[in-house]
């Protein structure tokens, strides 16, 4: 770069570095991204490194499926349609910028469009001819499924149309993730396992409460790993669950005259709170939470996380496997292999309230799709009279499928399709609305 260019390149970050710099999300590598709205294009930095620009073109596109090839195909006025979003590379606002996209930062600048437009199922895109790397940009699209192509009867052909319809739900699937880069929401351990589902083989769980044949559940991952991070953008935090640090992977806190994990300590400090015992009744001394949580990291079938808000422990979770759990004979029509359940419990009373709950349940189930494909249910059993749980489970598209006893409590049994989750707007969490982008953190 000559002298000249640099003072140039100077000068623009000087103009650009003000407040119209807005924070819109945090990628789950902590990576932040910012937008710049100017009057032609809006610029996209990850970092504050320039990665590209999008522009909204003078004219919408609708993703008529069902009705081509029929009378219907050009009538389809029920089917919605949205201005088209032009792709610009980083050379479109500066000239010694590149002219190529790196593929993570296309899946930065989309995951920007679904939070700024989460309401839209889909965004038309075109690239601009200016992108260098457009032919590597469209096959990364369409080969991840983050993307598709206009749908045709099949003597025709779209394959050579610009445009490509980014799909709201298949971007949430996690499309175009692992194994073109890191960004994902599934972190370490599950962002490995979500490259390739884990083999099919049988198992088999007998125990006081189960016998049952089920498939093999894979590893679990280090105590103490992270397995998720996802953004909300209302409340400006990421929420982060980690895998049960039982003998403390990091400093140590006293507790009952010994040092233990922080995971240990906390979780015992809850369950000795009115409020988590009423739900749990798991109240007693340090030994009892220990072989608690010991009993269930040894058990394949059940994950036991700690939930974070920007690091900052303010819950627990236990992810289990439906079909060999106790819950599995009371399944109409019996537990699917990959059915999954939790069991919740938030204990810091800062952290509550509807919203909150609304957003780390949502990243639950999130989690709970994302980790395998073939999990098409979560199914959850809240106690019948527990009206707080069940209004949230509402809240989050969860539908009462039956009431139930168990030889000790009477439950309602709750249920979330994979589809519905999926097809509707329920991670980008800005209310019902589009939201403005959140001002820029220093």
């Not at 598709?148 to 394959?159: F, N």
């Not at 894979?218 to 935090?237: A, F, H, N, S, W």
Request: hydrophobic share 40%; charged share 20%; aromatic share 10%.
């Amino acid at each position: 770069m000559s002298s000249a260019n640099r003072r140039l390149d100077a000068i623009q970050r000087t103009l650009t570095t003000s407040a119209s710099w807005r924070r819109v999300v945090v990628l789950p590598d902590d990576a932040k991204v910012d937008i710049l709205q100017g009057k032609d294009a809006t610029q996209v930095a990850v970092d504050g490194q320039l990665v590209g620009l999008f522009r909204t073109l003078p004219r919408s596109l609708a993703l008529v499926i069902s009705a081509v090839g029929t009378e219907h195909e050009n009538k389809a006025e029920h089917v919605p349609k949205y201005p088209v979003v032009e792709i610009l590379p980083p050379s479109a606002a500066n000239a010694s910028a590149p002219a190529e996209i790196a593929i993570p930062d296309l899946w930065a600048i989309i995951y920007t469009l679904y939070t700024l437009y989460h309401t839209q199922e889909t965004i038309p895109l075109v690239f601009a001819d200016t992108v260098k790397n457009a032919a590597e940009l469209s096959k990364y699209l369409l080969t991840s499924g983050l993307a598709r192509k206009r749908h045709t009867a099949p003597d025709d052909s779209s394959a050579a149309e610009p445009e490509h319809f980014t799909l709201r739900q298949t971007f949430w699937q996690g499309a175009g993730t692992g194994p073109w880069h890191t960004r994902g929401w599934l972190r370490g351990h599950y962002a490995l396992l979500a490259t390739a589902p884990f083999p099919y083989t049988q198992s088999f769980t007998r125990t006081p409460l189960v016998i049952a044949a089920h498939p093999l559940r894979p590893p679990k991952p280090r105590p103490g790993e992270v397995v998720y991070r996802r953004y909300v953008p209302t409340l400006g935090q990421t929420v982060e669950f980690t895998y049960f640090d039982l003998e403390g992977t990091g400093p140590g806190v006293e507790c009952e005259g010994e040092t233990v994990s922080l995971h240990l300590a906390t979780f015992h400090r809850w369950h000795n709170s009115d409020h988590v015992n009423r739900g749990w009744g798991e109240r007693g001394p340090l030994s009892k939470h220990r072989e608690y949580v010991r009993a269930l990291m040894a058990d394949p079938s059940v994950l036991p996380v700690m939930m974070s808000w920007d690091g900052e422990l303010m819950g627990y979770a236990e992810l289990v496997y439906i079909k060999e759990n106790h819950v599995a004979p009371y399944v109409p029509g019996g537990a699917l292999d990959y059915d999954r359940g939790l069991h919740i419990l938030v204990g810091e009373e800062k952290f509550r309230g509807l919203h909150r709950s609304r957003a780390w349940l949502s990243a639950i189930h999130h989690f709970l799709f994302l980790c395998d494909p073939r999990t098409e249910r979560v199914i959850g059993e809240p106690k019948a009279t527990n009206d707080a749980v069940i209004k949230l489970s509402l809240a989050v598209a969860m539908n009462v499928n039956t009431i139930f006893d168990f030889p000790y409590k009477r439950s309602v049994m709750t249920w979330l399709p994979r589809e519905r989750f999926f097809k509707y707007n329920h991670l980008a969490f800005a209310e019902d609305q589009d939201i403005a982008a959140a001002p820029a953190k220093k």
